[in-house]
Structures are given as structure tokens and as C-alpha cells.
Nanobody
Framework: QVQLLESGGGSVQAGGSLRLSCAAS????????MGWFRQAPGKVREGVVG????????YYADSVKGRFTISRDNAKNQYYLQMNNLKPEDTGMYFC????????????????????WGQGTQVTVSS
């Protein structure tokens, strides 16, 4: 089993920054590949970034490239999503997810590919 706990959400104005955290525990195998997803009201859950928990493989959605950056603290099993230059369209519930895939890049953006999910943290960006 895997447990994931997100934190760090909040309300900011456009152009601001937030850093989300995902604390992970449980089977290292089952959290080999991680992802951050977001979901706005009435919309499907979309992949923001997929990455290998250990290593450097990282995949960003085009909409966040150059603005969002993930970092890893494997000693603490914590994963961070630094979000800069936030836009109103970044508003949504942000989720951390994991899966034991042999390839973290394959279909990283599909929510159905992930087995474990946190409860989410809300990000609201006002214009």
C-alpha cells in the first residue's frame, strides 16, 4: 500500500507562487512513478507533471513548462511542486499520485494509469 498526503495549497493572485508538498509512505515499488494532477470544477483530472521518484526523469504538461518545477527529497520521501507565475487557469484541486510502472514516461498524463492518490490540496489563483 501507499499513502500520499498533499499540502501547501492556498489562494494567490495571478503572477504569484506556491509550493506544494507530497509526503509519501508505504511500498517503494508502488510509488516508483509519481505524478501531480489537477482538477478544476466540471473538468477532467489532468496531468501536470509525471516523474520518477528516484532519478531525473520528469515530464511536464505544455501548459506548465517553464513555470512549474518538481523536486525530490528521497531521504524524506517528499516531493515538491514549485509553481511560479501562476495563472487563473491553474486553479483547481491538486493531487499527488503514484504507480508501479516500469516506465514513468509512458502515459504519465493519464489519471487512470495511477493506482494511489492523495486527498488533494486546493489552489486558487485570482486575476
Amino acid at each position: 500500500q501507499v499513502q500520499l498526503l498533499e499540502s501547501g495549497g492556498g489562494s494567490v493572485q495571478a503572477g504569484g507562487s506556491l509550493r506544494l508538498s507530497c509526503a509519501a509512505s508505504g511500498s517503494a515499488y508502488r510509488r516508483k512513478c509519481m505524478g501531480w494532477f489537477r482538477q478544476a470544477p466540471g473538468k477532467v483530472r489532468e496531468g501536470v507533471v509525471g516523474f520518477a521518484a528516484a532519478g531525473s526523469d520528469t515530464y511536464y504538461a505544455d501548459s506548465v513548462k517553464g513555470r512549474f518545477t518538481i523536486s525530490r527529497d528521497n531521504a524524506k520521501n517528499q516531493y515538491y511542486l514549485q509553481m511560479n507565475n501562476l495563472k487563473p487557469e491553474d486553479t483547481g484541486m491538486y493531487f499527488c499520485a503514484s504507480r508501479p510502472s516500469p516506465s514513468c514516461g509512458g502515459y504519465w498524463y493519464l489519471a487512470d494509469e495511477y493506482n494511489y492518490w492523495g486527498q488533494g490540496t486546493q489552489v486558487t489563483v485570482s486575476s
